[in-house]
């Protein structure tokens, strides 16, 4: 992670402590202090992307939360920032399920877990998460 003094745009930045759970930077050149992101998960633009997108796939807050690990405070604030809408979702249902990739391959050899809706599979870790949409039956 390369830190840049916010004041003088200099990298010559070292860490000095910790306050209310970020941590604190020091430019050795302007001697100015700053806090930077929340200690722990880094969250960068990967997750924003894949953030909207779930949003997009109609699914709740809390559901990208719990797949994200993102935490749906911060979700929200996303979704806002790039002013998100998302069309009524009335006639679909969203599902989603993790795979491993042999399971994959499984579900996709049969014809009947694809007819009739479409399907979004995007990686996590070393799984991969398929979204699949369906038209509610009338
Ligand atoms: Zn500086």
């Known amino acids: 992670m390369s830190n840049i003094c916010p004041k003088c745009l200099q990298e010559n930045v070292v860490k000095s402590g910790i306050v209310k759970e970020r941590q604190r930077f020091l430019c050795r050149n302007c001697n100015y202090y700053f806090t930077v992101k929340k200690l722990g998960k880094q969250i960068d633009d990967y997750y924003v992307t894949k953030a909207l997108q779930l949003y997009l796939e109609g699914l709740s807050y809390r559901?990208?939360?719990?797949?994200?690990?993102?935490?749906?405070?911060?979700?929200?604030?996303?979704?806002?920032?790039?002013?998100?809408?998302?069309?009524?979702?009335?006639?679909?249902?969203?599902?989603?399920?993790?795979?491993?990739?042999?399971?994959?391959?499984?579900?996709?050899?049969?014809?009947?877990?694809?007819k009739g809706s479409g399907l979004i599979i995007t990686e996590f870790g070393d799984k991969y998460m398929m979204i699949k949409w369906e038209r509610f039956k009338k």
């Not at 009524?88 to 249902?93: A, L, M, R, T, V």
């Not at 969203?94 to 795979?99: A, D, G, L």
């Open 63 to 114: 559901e990208i939360e719990r797949i994200l690990g993102v935490s749906h405070v911060t979700i929200s604030s996303w979704i806002k920032k790039y002013n998100i809408k998302r069309p009524p979702h009335s006639e679909f249902h969203t599902t989603y399920k993790v795979f491993k990739q042999s399971e994959l391959l499984d579900f996709m050899k049969l014809e009947d877990n694809l």
